[in-house]
């Protein structure tokens, strides 16, 4: 992945919820130098949610519809235990 | 000058709703309209609104704006300007139903008419009994709304420049706004966008405070700006706080947890609220709790390394009642506190959640300076000061200021466009060029402060010097300390100095702005000797005279904080509505 790319994901893992900043802040830090570049590619397409859907998603509330996504969104969950 | 200008009728700094409120009303009348945003437009911290906007509908049961406007003044404990206050409350049922018609899925009775729900603070008949005044859309009305408004935008073909940061305001010699200096975050090339009217709506500046529910974007950009630009703030001493918010991230634990038997303890364990208050305890209201909170830790008996919260305990009820009345708390705990609450404590702190203060304006949002309009400047919502919440905002009139004021000021700019010359005039170049010096000062500093140490310093100093209840000797000390944070900011440095998307930079130019708010946040709490809303001073003595330490006789009035050399001014508070009587003066009670 481009540098710009990388860059431009860390910068939309700032959200408009401050319980989203606070997990993502937490994963960008100590999963996202670990992802290969197809799954910071599907991180990237996590991080266009809608805030209230990403963060009932990220905390369990609700299901994530779109099973694609899925996965990632148990990695930003796996990294707030 | 090697700067390229980009020329429109109306730049707008912010897509929260009121920036984009302002925007439709501008595009729609056919003007060429940027919104600059550093973030996707729905993703702007409106979208953590969740109680609603309010307006006196009387779908549910009678109501009048008269009485709106009456618990609204009530609710600033006066501070409010009643001619904006007024025409906010008889504006805020035609915005909701416009917004209605723009597609807001708006709640709705069986009849089909928008549903209603009480609130707190919420009268009839001039504080009589509760009335459902508050329109939702289910928990998730800011984001509903910015929804609604961001198509609506789109339709109208408002041009949106995303993950752009303005930097400066630009002024002629005159003190005309002609536009702002903004930063491409791809490429971190700066650019002017020049305009005939430039309104600023970025939203607050919670993020000054070590514990705040704001999202990490609200860094008061437009006020940095603002102040840098000589523009006075107004009553930046008035911030709301909620009381328990999980220390060090700032997310609400909800005053359920002591409804359920939650108890507040200080380090040696104690249940401290017995001695603040022995009848009611650990449910007393919510300024009684924080005061108590804050004196536990201000004498030495808060917890942790540095003594700087106390713990909401929890660990004596049944974890079966934890479980399943409690779920959502655990899970916040168990994430942002690290900390199980059936097994211990959860770490809480009084936590910042909404500045009442801002740019000074008028209820039309062009903004006031010595009486008089700044010629092509406007502000609207968090970041401005109308003044309709005063001292103390009334819940769900937050979303109600976006809509009635973004709208108001969008009206405003496109009749001063349309008397404005075709074409705009010459280029002032002095601001450009003190705004690109500023960003080559950040690429050039060495041996300067890390932007965190910096900001953590200010965050900490905010926190304990000027928060949700407030002490003479703390300000006083309060203010040298926030000056010696000052002199940190202006040497701070950036080990990173690429031009992609440079986080790095980004935070360091926020950290200019925040800094500019707690400057006169601290400088004008320091100086209001009185109690007054959110405004609470330890020194400011209840009597009859005073009662809650409220002293109108020397106090009505608002702050302005000038940036250079540190002066504070006054401005009477505007106590004339603009068609009803004013309301008078009385001790604010519920």
Excluded at chain 2, 312 to 325: A, G, R, Y
Excluded at chain 2, 473 to 485: H, P, R, T, Y
Aim: proline residues 4%; charged residues 25%; hydrophobic residues 40%.
């Amino acid at each position: 992945m481009e540098e710009v790319e990388l860059k431009r994901i860390l910068w939309r893992s700032r959200r408009g919820l401050l319980e989203l900043d606070l997990q993502l802040e937490r994963f960008v830090a100590e999963v996202l130098p670990t992802l290969s570049e197809a799954e910071l590619a599907l991180y990237g397409d996590v991080l266009l949610l809608p805030d209230q859907d990403f963060l009932a998603y990220v905390n369990g509330a609700v299901a994530c519809p779109n099973a694609r996504l899925v996965p990632m969104i148990e990695r930003i969950r796996a990294a707030q235990r | 000058m090697s700067v390229p200008v980009r020329k429109f009728d109306a730049v707008i700094v912010g897509a929260g709703g009121a920036g984009l409120r302002a925007a439709l009303q501008l595009s729609e009348a056919g003007l060429k309209t940027a919104v600059l945003s550093k973030v996707f437009p729905t993703r702007s911290h409106t979208v953590a609104a969740q109680g609603g906007v309010s307006a006196s509908l009387g779908n549910s049961e009678p109501d009048h704006w008269h009485w709106h406007m009456y618990d609204t003044v009530k609710g600033s404990d006066w501070l409010g300007d009643q001619d904006a206050i007024e025409f906010m409350c008889r504006e805020a049922p035609n915005v909701v139903v416009e917004l209605e018609h723009f597609g807001m899925p708006f709640d709705r009775n069986a009849d089909g008419s928008i549903y209603q729900r009480p609130f707190g603070g919420h009268m009839s008949n001039f504080g009589e009994k509760p009335v459902r005044r508050a329109c939702a859309a289910a928990d998730r009305t800011g984001h509903a709304m910015l929804h609604a408004l961001y198509q609506r935008n789109v339709r109208a073909n408002t041009q949106f420049f995303v993950e752009w940061m303005a930097l400066d305001l630009v002024r002629d010699e005159q003190g005309n706004v002609q536009g702002v200096v903004a930063m491409e975050m791809e490429t971190s090339e700066v650019y002017v966008f020049q305009a005939k009217a430039t309104l600023f709506a970025t939203g607050g500046a919670g993020r000054i405070f070590a514990s705040s529910t704001n999202a990490f974007i609200n860094t008061g950009d437009g006020l940095g700006m603002a102040a840098r630009a000589g523009i006075p703030l107004e009553d930046m001493e008035f911030w709301q706080f909620h009381p328990t918010g999980v220390a060090g991230a700032g997310v609400l634990i909800t005053e359920g947890v002591r409804g359920e038997g939650g108890i507040l303890r200080n380090s040696a364990g104690e249940r401290f609220m017995e001695r603040y208050a022995p009848n009611a305890k650990d449910l007393a209201s919510r300024d009684v709790v924080s005061r108590a909170m804050v004196t536990e830790i201000n004498e030495g008996r808060g917890c942790g390394p540095n003594k700087d919260h106390v713990l909401l305990d929890i660990t004596h009820l049944d974890p079966e009642v934890i479980k399943s009345k409690l779920p959502g708390i655990r899970e916040i705990s168990i994430k942002f506190a690290n900390v199980d609450p059936i097994k211990a404590p959860i770490p809480v702190v009084p936590t910042c959640h909404y500045q009442m203060g801002g740019i000074p304006t008028n209820y039309k949002g062009e903004v006031i300076v010595d009486e008089k309009p700044v010629t092509g400047f406007y502000a609207a919502g968090e970041v401005a000061c109308a003044s309709v919440h005063g001292a103390n905002r009334l819940g769900t009139n937050s979303l109600l200021d976006l809509l009635v004021f973004g709208k108001s000021s969008g009206n405003s700019m496109i009749d001063f466009i349309k008397t404005a010359p075709k074409d705009l005039p010459p280029l002032a170049i002095g601001d450009v060029e003190r705004s690109l010096a500023r960003v080559e000062r950040l690429n050039q500093q060495s041996n300067g402060t890390q932007v965190n140490d910096a900001r953590a310093a200010m965050q900490a100093t905010m926190q304990k010097h000027c928060g949700v209840f407030r002490f003479k000797d703390m300000l006083a000390e309060g203010v040298a300390k926030i000056l010696e944070v000052e002199k940190m900011v202006k040497t701070i440095e950036i080990a990173d100095k690429s031009r992609t998307f440079n986080t790095a930079r980004l935070e360091a130019l926020e950290l200019e702005n925040l800094i500019e708010v707690a400057k006169a946040t601290m400088i004008s709490a320091d100086a209001r000797t009185e109690s007054r809303g959110a405004h609470v001073r330890d020194d400011a003595e209840d009597t009859p005279e005073r009662p809650n330490g409220r002293d109108d006789q020397n106090w009505l009035k608002h702050t302005l904080w000038h940036r250079d050399g540190n002066q504070l001014k006054y401005k009477p508070v505007t106590m004339k509505p603009l068609s009803v009587d004013t309301i008078a003066l009385k001790t604010r009670s519920y």
